[in-house]
């Protein structure tokens, strides 16, 4: 069965260090998502993304934040200068058609720790 | 903006018991539900979702939701819970504000079963 796979596993950075998390989201699926889950929070959303453009945001996604598709099968979140409060375990999805009943396919996750 | 509210962060019940979590969602339009659960160190796998064809869904693993829209919920049984069924369960709601999929995350349930 297609899965959305993630790397690395588990990140390790120093504050103010960018990092660049990637995804490989199913390969037919055109619209792809990133969420993060802060310990012993709820799973929040971050971006959205159709087209080679940024379809929807959260406020949390600010301009130390990025997302790009580089090639035909990457999917990147890049924050550019870490803060301590960015360590979080950090999801990508994607989903076939961006339809409210759709499924959104998750990730097993990046683990962001910020020292 | 909509919202779901799940009651009980922890919920313990022995093996073989019914397994009840659940989930109560505002929307001022029909909501699209669904239920995710997340194993240990694990992404967020689909259990099932609620699209308007039928009230009581049923999903993964022997579980199953049933729509009530004169409560507002959308809670998650089992009739017999099994050891393996030992996960953080999120219900999620989805709706499309400006035009793309977003899907919003209750806080979660841990559910953990007694042998």
């Known amino acids: 069965e297609p899965e959305v796979t993630q790397t690395p596993s588990h990140q390790v950075t120093q504050m103010g260090q960018e990092v660049i998390l990637r995804c490989v989201p199913i390969?037919?699926?055109?619209?792809f998502y990133w969420y993060r889950q802060i310990l012993g929070q709820k799973v929040e959303f971050l971006v959205s993304?159709?087209?080679?453009?940024?379809?929807?945001k959260s406020e949390i996604f600010d301009d130390q934040f990025s997302v790009e598709r580089p090639d035909g099968s990457n999917f990147t979140l890049k924050i550019r200068s870490t803060k301590l409060e960015d360590s979080a375990m950090y999801f990508c999805?994607?989903?076939?058609?961006?339809?409210?009943?759709?499924?959104?396919?998750f990730g097993p996750g990046t683990r962001l720790t910020v020292l | 903006a909509q919202s779901v509210t799940q009651l009980g962060s922890h919920v313990s019940v022995s093996e073989g018991a019914l397994v009840l979590l659940r989930c109560n969602y505002s929307?001022?339009?029909?909501?699209?539900l669904f239920w995710y659960v997340q194993y240990p160190n694990q992404g967020l796998q689909l259990l099932l979702k609620?699209?308007?064809?039928?009230?009581l869904v049923k999903g993964i693993n022997g579980f199953e939701a049933e729509f009530k829209k004169s409560e507002t919920s959308f809670h998650l049984t089992k009739p017999s819970a099994h050891m393996s069924d030992a996960a953080e369960y999120f219900c999620?709601?989805?709706?499309?504000?400006?035009?793309?999929?977003?899907?919003?995350f209750g806080t979660g349930t841990k559910l953990q079963v007694i042998p």
């Open positions: 999805a994607s989903s076939a058609s961006g339809k409210p009943t759709d499924t959104q396919y």
């Open positions: 390969s037919n699926h055109l619209y």
């Open positions: 993304f159709y087209n080679n453009e940024i379809s929807e």
């Open positions: 929307s001022s339009v029909p909501p699209y």
């Open positions: 609620y699209t308007s064809a039928a009230t």
């Open positions: 999620a709601v989805s709706e499309v504000p400006g035009g793309y999929q977003k899907v919003t």
